[in-house]
Antibody, heavy 122, light 107 residues
Framework: QVQLQESGPGLVKPSETLSLTCSVS?????????WGWIRQPPGKGLEWIGS???????YYTPSLKSRVTQSLDMSKNQFSLQLNSVTAADTAVYYC???????????????WGQGTPVTVSS | AIQLTQSPSSLSASVGDRVTITCRAS??????LAWYHQKPGKAPKVLIY???SLESGVPSRFSGSGSGTDFTLTISSLQPEDFGTYCC?????????FGPGTKLDIK
């Protein structure tokens, strides 16, 4: 059974860097799936941030691309998100998720972490 | 970027009712659409992918249809555990996008 668990600070100061890690159990992150981050601001809908493959190939949403970095740690079966120069608009629940390859293309998210709330405030 | 809209934004229904939720894409996305169910404080759970394929383990009362720009999610007989928010996601092109959600309350 695949399980994902986000970890990281719940409070980040404006202009600083938000760093989150997703620990995966029950499935190897080097087994042919993409691994993504999605966020949900308070009272709003879901926003895809980006996805990373075992080769290090990444895809990011254009509005965040200049501030986002994703990475993998195969030895720990973890993947990470860094979002720099944060503002209050980055306050959200951040989810990590496994993204299925369907017909050879990135598709939907079939397993999610429980989400971790992050507040940007001084 | 492809925008997704949903209707209605909220609805109330009774146990046993047939419920239909609509998702509309701003441009054609073939059948590259998934539906999720999210309960308060919980992660979304995928119900349908490729517009009409039922994800493994999801009850058969859930079904999806549509292609191009118009899609529907149907719950054939509403159960108490079906309350929450339903949203759609397109994976036809980057950036992947989600609909704003439909909040379903049980009467």
């Amino acid at each position: 059974q695949v399980q994902l668990q986000e970890s990281g600070p719940g409070l980040v100061k404006p202009s600083e860097t938000l760093s989150l890690t997703c620990s995966v159990s029950g499935f190897s992150i080097s087994s042919g799936y993409f691994w993504g981050w999605i966020r949900q601001p308070p009272g709003k809908g879901l926003e895809w941030i980006g996805s990373i493959y075992q080769t290090g190939t990444t895809y990011y949403t254009p509005s965040l691309k200049s501030r986002v970095t994703q990475s993998l740690d195969m030895s720990k079966n973890q993947f990470s998100l860094q979002l720099n120069s944060v503002t209050a608009a980055d306050t959200a629940v951040y989810y990590c998720a496994r993204q299925r390859l369907y017909l050879g293309e990135l598709s939907y998210f079939d397993n999610w972490g429980q989400g971790t709330p992050v507040t940007v405030s001084s | 970027a492809i925008q997704l809209t949903q209707s209605p934004s909220s609805l109330s229904a009774s146990v046993g009712d047939r419920v239909t939720i609509t998702c509309r894409a701003s441009q054609g996305i073939s059948s590259a659409l998934a539906w999720y169910h999210q309960k308060p404080g919980k992660a979304p759970k995928v119900l349908i992918y490729d517009a009409s394929s039922l994800e493994s383990g999801v009850p058969s009362r859930f079904s999806g249809s549509g292609s191009g720009t118009d899609f529907t999610l149907t719950i054939s007989s509403l159960q108490p555990e079906d309350f929450g928010t339903y949203c759609c996601q397109q994976f036809n092109s980057y950036p992947f996008s989600f609909g704003p959600g439909t909040k379903l309350d049980i009467k």
